[in-house]
């Protein structure tokens, strides 16, 4: 099957610790975004990557961050610094970074703090 | 206090019935319009798009319109079915220097009553 698989499903997190949510495609997509969703509203971007070892702050960086070593993974931080981190993430890929590209999305994870 | 966006926009329609969704959108600069449908617990999934050289296009039981004069778009759903209950969302890609980035709008939830 293609496509775009997050991790976990539900994660939970105490104050102060950070974690990693884990974004995987094997589509052979060149860009990959994260996306913050809050209940009631549209998605925000976070960060994104056009390519490998590349990547670029969104509109909401702060208290995130992300790396990209390998073309099929886009992990993100969720620091201790995000003071509101409880919302549902969402990953999505393109085949690059053209004008007028299609974004696909991975099924999200549900981040909660305890 | 302020309540921010906890109220989507909603439609409500019998089974059988056309749908339509709209979305305003503010950016003229705009040139790639997607719809998605979002179920709950679930992410995005690609609908049907559009560029700004066309009016309207169709799909399998949608049909999206285009008015770059008012800056509008809608999503047609012919003969509504429960399996269409959901959150649909316009995404805009705001010109060729913004590479594949996408803005979303709020939402509108849909729900289709037997």
């Known amino acids: 099957d293609g496509g775009i698989t997050q991790s976990p499903k539900y994660l939970f997190r105490k104050e102060g610790q950070n974690v990693t949510l884990s974004c995987e495609q094997n589509?052979?997509?060149?860009?990959m975004y994260w996306y913050r969703q809050d209940p009631g509203q549209g998605l925000r971007l976070i960060y994104y990557s056009q390519i490998v070892n590349d990547f670029q702050k969104g509109d909401i960086a702060e208290g995130y961050s992300v790396s990209r070593e390998k073309k099929e993974s886009f992990p993100l931080t969720v620091t201790s610094a995000q003071k509101n981190p409880t919302a549902y993430y969402l990953c999505?890929?393109?085949?690059?970074?053209?004008?007028?590209?299609?974004?696909?999305f991975g099924p999200g994870t549900r981040l909660l703090v305890l | 206090g302020e309540s921010v966006g906890l109220h989507l926009p909603t439609l409500s329609v019998q089974e059988g019935d056309n749908s339509i969704i709209n979305c305003a959108y503010s950016n003229s600069a705009s040139d790639y319009f997607i719809w998605y449908k979002q179920e709950s617990g679930k992410g995005p999934q690609f609908i049907i798009d559009i560029r700004s050289n066309m009016d309207k296009r169709q799909g399998q039981r949608v049909t999206v319109l285009l008015n770059k004069t008012v800056k509008h778009l809608s999503l047609q759903i012919a003969a509504t079915q429960p399996g269409d209950s959901a959150v649909y969302f316009c995404a805009e890609n705001i010109g060729e220097t913004s590479g594949s980035r996408l803005t979303f709008g709020e939402g509108t939830q849909l729900t289709v009553n037997p």
């Open positions: 589509l052979n997509h060149d860009a």
């Open positions: 999505a890929s393109s085949p690059g970074w053209a004008w007028q590209e299609t974004q696909y």
